[in-house]
């Protein structure tokens, strides 16, 4: 609950005064999921290389492009590769911090040239050049991916970025939709598209950790639920201060018919449950293990990092 207090008598609020805080149950479900997850902050460096290169490729962007925005692209790439891929060489963190920059581009994009968006793909597979100078950056980008990373990760955070910025334009197209009741999958066919969560969960592999996946094959469904599974947690509450509703949690309420509460409440117990999963596949092979908790740490450290999530307002800090 939370007192306002009134302006002309600062040491006493009446009954009338104090009013319900409308998200305190969203509040503490996610102050139960940080708190289940163990979160200790690993505290990762900032890598002034990482920060110098991107700068310097951010200088070269088009000059139309809103500082504001270039600014949040510069920190929430960097910050991103630091925290969630700090194990990595410079190179792999360098290529993931801009990959991100050109993703978060795209999602700006969408507000100003739909069409281009609409097109990167079929460009892509005809090998077309891009009209829009950072989709042909991006589309670069991801002809590199094979130098980096084995053939089957390379393979899916390519085709999962197809894949996302496809659906990145639906989403956009049907910002207004509701899901249906009968559609109860619809919601998580959506996320798992729009959430780049196979590129993402393939970038923690390099090419010289191990040269074939079947060791870790198996833990990828896990890993990639809970990744996502956490973003839409952990974002829901500056997405609900906002008055978002296209995103998973409002969705899915609305294809199951209940309240967002308790899909959020569900959402915090199958994601905790993916982790102690992730435990239980990785036990017997300590190097997994330590992949995968360092991984978990380093994405709770960027995600509470990122001031958009205004998650030091239920008093937690990277």
Not at 86 to 105: N, S, V, W
Not at 124 to 153: C, M, N, V, Y
Not at 293 to 308: C, D, P, V, W
Request: net charge negative; hydrophobic share 40%.
């Amino acid at each position: 609950m939370l007192a306002v207090m009134s302006p002309i008598s600062s040491n006493l609020a009446t009954v009338d005064e104090i009013v319900p805080d409308p998200h305190v149950e969203i509040k503490t479900l996610i102050r139960g999921f940080l708190d289940a997850s163990n979160y200790q902050s690993p505290r990762s460096p900032h890598d002034a290389e990482l920060r110098r290169k991107l700068a310097e490729e951010l200088t070269s962007w088009p000059a139309d492009i809103k500082p504001a925005l270039i600014a949040k692209i510069m920190d929430g790439s960097c910050v991103y590769a630091e925290t969630t891929y700090g194990h990595t060489t410079h190179e792999h963190r360098y290529f993931i911090a801009l990959y991100t920059a050109c993703l978060m581009y795209v999602d700006d994009l969408g507000e100003r040239d739909l069409d281009a968006v609409m097109r990167f793909t079929g460009r892509f597979a005809r090998g077309e050049k891009q009209p829009d100078k950072i989709l042909q950056r991006l589309a670069e980008l991801l002809g590199s991916a094979h130098d980096l990373w084995t053939q089957f990760g390379a393979d899916a955070i390519i085709s999962g970025t197809l894949d996302a910025v496809t659906a990145m334009y639906i989403e956009f197209t049907t910002k207004d939709m509701v899901a249906k009741p009968s559609a109860t999958r619809f919601p998580y066919y959506l996320r798992t598209r729009a959430g780049l969560g196979p590129p993402y969960i393939h970038f923690i592999f390099m090419k010289e950790w191990r040269a074939t996946p079947e060791s870790y094959l198996q833990v990828l469904p896990d890993m990639e639920h809970w990744t996502l599974g956490t973003n839409d947690i952990l974002s829901f509450y500056k997405e609900e201060l906002a008055g978002e509703t296209n995103n998973y949690v409002h969705l899915r309420a609305s294809a199951e018919r209940t309240s967002t509460e308790e899909v959020l409440r569900r959402l915090v117990e199958e994601v905790l449950d993916s982790a102690r999963r992730m435990d239980a596949l990785t036990y017997e092979d300590s190097k997994l293990t330590a992949l995968w908790r360092t991984y978990m740490q380093g994405y709770l450290e960027f995600s509470l990092s990122a001031k958009r999530y205004r998650l030091a307002e239920l008093g937690y800090q990277p």
